[in-house]
């Protein structure tokens, strides 16, 4: 069997997930790469043939292999690089590849990422001054369909001119930053008609109350339960309902929450949560914070089981809700267990941050957390209250 046909054959194959069927396909795929004689002329046939290679997740590792047998130009030529822009890989593989590339090749890569309308992350690359000067100067396509507007403005954070072009495109189209919002929720196609909306509708509120535009809407982070977005003074969460505490008890130890609801959009639970900005710079967070602040969660009987400096900041101003009128959510809207009551704490006092890891000390399901210092602490405490006595 030619080796083309090996790959035809094996790419065409469903189940890929299958080890056993995978590793058949290594050993055969192996017997052309190891014959001394022709494993160049395989390699290239292989390059040249990379569209039907069946298991595009491991084509970092396979390229690494066959830099090994033929030269770095036989590999990445434009042909391929087109190929691999076609197969939408992981934002990290396209790094890899970037990375391995001539510098002739890598501006190359970058007009035909434009040519193919591909949606890689371009401020996860690593680009000399002249390379972000092809992508300056095609600002006008890539802001017609590249998806990810935050990633683009972050590529330019440091070019006053191309930045205000970029802010001011968003801003006339808002909604593709909406969508931008929803991408770390929704797969590209899923309906997403109410989770549009809705979000729009907060968003546009916080926007209002703030008195700033799209622009002004931050990514602070995506990933684990939620995407992170700061809006000038507040902070808006997005997430799937997967939290790990959906409830426990109110008090003054958490950003006081404006909003903090499940809602059912699209057939599907999204957590949505509006908080006041903090500092959260865990340079400034004492272990002894932690404790104190642990202390008194316990106080209150309330256990926080993810004890962290990432997961807590400090109070830019007093804990207590600010909006242009008069907003004063109830626990149970909130979704919140009953307030339990202590001194509200002031600007500059460290504040938890990360809700997901509090219970109620008698909950039957406490969950613990990986890396806190919980447990370290609880021992601490209860000697502590034990002296009290």
Request: hydrophobic residues 35%.
């Amino acid at each position: 069997m030619k080796l083309r046909e090996l790959l035809i054959r094996y790419n065409s194959k469903g189940n890929k997930s299958n080890m056993t069927q995978k590793n058949e396909f290594q050993r055969r795929l192996n017997k052309y790469l190891n014959n001394s004689l022709l494993k160049k002329v395989y390699a290239k046939e292989l390059i040249d043939n990379i569209e039907y290679y069946p298991y595009k997740e491991d084509l970092t590792n396979l390229f690494d292999y066959l830099s090994g047998i033929i030269k770095l130009k036989e590999i990445y030529k434009d042909e391929v690089l087109y190929k691999l822009l076609t197969f939408d890989l992981p934002n990290e593989s396209y790094c890899y590849f970037f990375n391995k590339l001539s510098f002739k090749s890598r501006k190359s890569f970058l007009n035909l990422t434009i040519n193919t309308e591909s949606n890689i992350r371009y401020d996860l690359l690593q680009l000399r001054i002249d390379e972000r000067k092809i992508l300056k100067n095609n600002l006008d396509i890539l802001l017609n369909y590249y998806k990810d507007l935050f990633s683009l403005r972050e590529l330019f954070k440091n070019d006053k001119m191309t930045l205000l072009k970029i802010n001011d495109y968003i801003n006339n189209n808002g909604n593709r930053i909406i969508d931008n919002m929803l991408d770390s929720i929704y797969s590209p196609k899923e309906d997403r008609k109410d989770g549009q909306t809705y979000i729009k509708m907060i968003v546009d509120d916080i926007l209002k109350n703030e008195q700033v535009n799209y622009s002004n809407i931050t990514r602070e982070k995506t990933g684990g339960f939620s995407s992170v977005y700061t809006i000038n003074t507040k902070v808006l969460k997005i997430g799937n309902n997967g939290r790990v505490s959906p409830s426990f008890p109110n008090n003054p130890y958490i950003v006081k929450p404006l909003l903090r609801k499940v809602f059912q959009l699209d057939d599907k639970k999204i957590f949505i949560e509006v908080t006041e900005k903090v500092d959260n710079n865990e340079s400034n967070i004492t272990k002894e914070d932690l404790y104190n602040l642990y202390a008194k969660l316990r106080d209150l009987k309330i256990r926080w089981t993810d004890v962290h400096t990432r997961n807590v900041g400090t109070l830019l101003k007093d804990n207590k809700i600010y909006w242009h009128n008069n907003l004063t959510p109830t626990d149970e809207s909130l979704g919140l267990e009953k307030y339990r009551k202590a001194e509200e704490l002031k600007k500059g006092e460290v504040i938890v941050l990360d809700a997901d890891f509090l219970f109620d000390e008698n909950d039957k399901d406490i969950k613990m957390a990986v890396n806190s210092f919980d447990r370290e602490f609880e021992i601490r405490y209860q000697k502590e209250r034990k002296l009290k006595k």
